[in-house]
């Protein structure tokens, strides 16, 4: 099959891991970002990254939360003129008492539909505090993204002429979309660990490999309660 297929209706997406690792590894994606491009100094990078898990107050944790409704908004915007599947990987926390989180887990490791916007919420959540990996298929404009790298994303583009559609979206949301050269991002940045085997996907305030995996997530306004 090739990758044209992961775009028609009731195909699973782990069919096609091969071939999404291909995309990853001969940097055939484009980054979603909080950031214009890539940050060259790592030292700087690292002052300014964003990492849910370690954010020890409640003034960068507003930060956080502004940046990552962005995300939100821009694949809710998505996902209301596409049919939105998604492959879900393991999540290993075990302090996620969410309601909405059942449907979630009880879907990991395969394909699935999304149609209920609080699940769609949640799940871009859950990728941007780097708590649970996936992999969105917009199947109508043709469109693949990796969530659970923190606060970028990446994206493949089936279709050039969406490209444009989505960097305007992503612009008046306050983010960037740019072309990724040899894997883009700091030294710092953590690899998609979304079946994919390359690294540094991006520098977009996430990424950190050692993120905690006990700390428990309890935020006002949004679904992770």
């Known amino acids: 099959m090739s990758i044209n297929d992961i775009f028609k209706s009731n195909i699973n997406i782990e069919n096609f891991f091969e ?3 291909k995309i990853i590894d001969e940097d055939k994606y484009y980054l979603i970002d909080i950031l214009p491009t890539t940050v060259l ?3 700087k990078y690292q002052q ?3 990492i849910w898990d370690y954010l020890d107050d409640y003034r ?3 930060i956080f939360l502004t940046e990552e409704n962005k995300f939100i908004n821009i694949f809710k915007k998505m996902w209301l ?3 939105t599947k998604a492959y879900i990987y393991e999540c290993n926390r075990e302090d996620l008492f969410i309601k909405i989180y059942n449907s979630i887990k009880e879907n990991e490791n395969k394909t699935k539909y999304i149609t209920d916007i609080d699940e769609l919420e949640l799940l871009i959540q859950l990728g941007t505090r780097e708590i649970v990996d996936s992999i969105l298929v917009f199947e109508d404009i043709e469109i693949i993204c990796w969530l659970g790298n923190g606060l970028n994303c990446a994206v493949y583009f089936n279709k050039q ?3 444009k559609l989505i960097k305007e979206m992503a612009n008046v949301e306050g983010l960037y979309l740019y072309k990724t050269e040899g894997g ?5 940045t953590n690899s998609t660990n979304s079946g994919l085997t390359s690294s540094n996907t991006g520098n977009g305030g996430g ?3 050692s993120t905690s995996a006990n700390t428990t997530v309890n935020i006002p306004n949004s679904n992770l309660q």
């Open 19 to 21: 071939q999404l690792e």
């Open 41 to 43: 100094d790592p030292d």
């Open 48 to 50: 300014f990254e964003l």
């Open 60 to 62: 960068k944790r507003d």
């Open 81 to 83: 003129y596409n049919k």
């Open 161 to 163: 002429e969406v490209i």
């Open 184 to 188: 883009g991002g700091s030294s710092s």
């Open 207 to 209: 990424g950190s490999s």
